[in-house]
């Protein structure tokens, strides 16, 4: 019984891994979700994670609404004519049950289980907190971060095993694969290994360590892929007709210049596509594909011009020969090659999400996720 126990494997999700993807339809989601049953995992989810889940919903609903307004504001102001929207689309309430139910039955199909409150006295958590003990910080915040670690360390006492604890908040629980230290010290106290919880950064790296190895991979799909003898989907086509979009969409046109996002808004175009090769194709177990790809480009970047931001920011004064107006734009050649994974439906191999997995251009080199491509 000891060696069964020995061999539990658990994953806990954070906040910010679901947040990320709230209808968990990305790439990374349908992988995980796909893969769990296989590799014989069990999920759990702190009963905390998805209360705050619920909230982070509800401030995302409420943000969309506002961006509405402001949008619908405007065209009013140059066109005369308002925007309407229906109205149970603004109804915020009834899109949070419908959310909450969408949750849970997420939480049910993949066989989690949700992690209840821990039970531990306000006068521990007061004597933390006052301390500054992690994941509290110094200035008191940290609560809920630290009510989904006093989870995990309930789970540690239930059944020996190693955790995966999956969350990108290094800051207050350790860059990983270790636990911030202070962490690692409470597992020593209550009798575990200091090795019993890794820290994995994203849903990306606990898939390529876990997952994406068990997953089949379809050599004669890869040779049809690349020859684009696939009646039902092009590889090329797909490249040329909407891979701009996907980079527009994501908003990676002001990387691609090694720019911060938040600086400037910047327009992707493909001038000439130098390049297509498929670096590998694996089988979900749902069935899905997922084709892996990279493709050559030349490309230009047009910069939107804003004065104050010229003005703030040395990293888009870089690209301009002088001082924008609101009218003014800025077009830079780019070439670079970009890694990225689509997932395909399995009978009709309709496109079921992308994501772009690596950049590598004139001015920078990105890299998003591990892009899988089969051993040479």
């Known amino acids: 019984m000891g060696k069964k126990q020995d061999l539990i494997m658990r994953i806990v999700l954070?906040?910010?891994?679901?947040?990320?993807d709230f209808l968990m339809k990305g790439n990374a989601f349908r992988i995980f979700l796909s893969g769990v049953p296989r590799v014989g995992v069990t999920v759990y989810i702190p009963e905390v994670v998805v209360d705050e889940v619920l909230n982070k919903y509800k401030q995302a609903l409420l943000e969309a609404v506002r961006s509405f307004d402001n949008v619908s504001k405007l065209w009013h102001r140059i066109t005369e004519n308002k925007l309407k929207l229906f109205e149970e689309a603004l109804d915020i309430e009834n899109q949070i049950s419908?959310?909450?139910?969408?949750?849970?039955?997420?939480?049910?199909?993949?066989g989690a289980k949700v992690v209840a409150y821990p039970d531990i006295s306000h006068k521990e958590m007061v004597r933390r907190s006052l301390e500054g003990k992690p994941?509290?910080?110094?200035?008191?915040?940290g609560y809920r971060d630290s009510i989904i670690w006093q989870s995990i360390l309930t789970l540690c006492s239930k059944d020996k095993g190693k955790i995966y604890f999956v969350t990108n908040n290094s800051r207050d629980f350790g860059e990983g694969p270790q636990l911030q230290n202070d962490l690692a010290q409470d597992l020593v106290r209550g009798g575990h290994p200091v090795d019993n919880v890794t820290v994995v950064s994203?849903?990306?790296?606990?898939?390529s360590e876990?997952?994406?190895?068990?997953?089949?991979?379809?050599?004669?799909?890869?040779?049809?892929?690349?020859?684009?003898?696939?009646?039902?989907?092009?590889?090329?086509?797909?490249?040329?007709?909407?891979?701009?979009?996907?980079?527009n969409d994501q908003e990676w046109g002001s990387s691609l210049l090694g720019i911060d996002p938040s600086h400037a808004h910047a327009r992707v175009r493909i001038n000439r596509i130098i390049s297509v090769e498929v670096d590998d194709v694996r089988q979900l177990q749902s069935g899905d594909i997922l084709l892996a790809a990279t493709t050559g480009l030349e490309m230009e970047v047009d910069i939107d011009g804003d004065p104050e931001k010229y003005y703030q920011y040395d990293d888009v004064q870089a690209?301009?020969?002088?001082?924008?107006?609101?009218n003014s734009s800025a077009l830079v050649p780019v070439t670079g090659k970009i890694a990225f994974t689509i997932m395909l439906?399995?009978?009709s191999l309709d496109v079921l999400s992308v994501e772009i997995d690596n950049i590598d251009s004139d001015f920078v080199t990105i890299q998003v996720n591990s892009h899988i491509r089969k051993p040479a």
Not at 14 to 20: E, F, K, M, R, Y
Not at 135 to 141: C, L, N, Q, V
Not at 202 to 207: A, D, G, P, R, T
């Open 14 to 20: 954070d906040t910010n891994i679901i947040c990320a």
């Open 98 to 110: 419908w959310y909450r139910e969408y949750l849970q039955e997420k939480i049910k199909n993949i």
């Open 135 to 141: 994941p509290f910080r110094s200035d008191g915040k």
């Open 202 to 207: 994203s849903l990306e790296k606990l898939n």
């Open 210 to 247: 876990l997952i994406l190895p068990h997953l089949k991979r379809l050599d004669d799909m890869i040779d049809r892929f690349s020859r684009d003898a696939v009646s039902e989907f092009s590889l090329q086509g797909w490249v040329e007709s909407n891979l701009k979009d996907e980079l």
């Open 319 to 326: 690209f301009w020969g002088a001082e924008p107006t609101d």
């Open 345 to 347: 439906e399995k009978k």
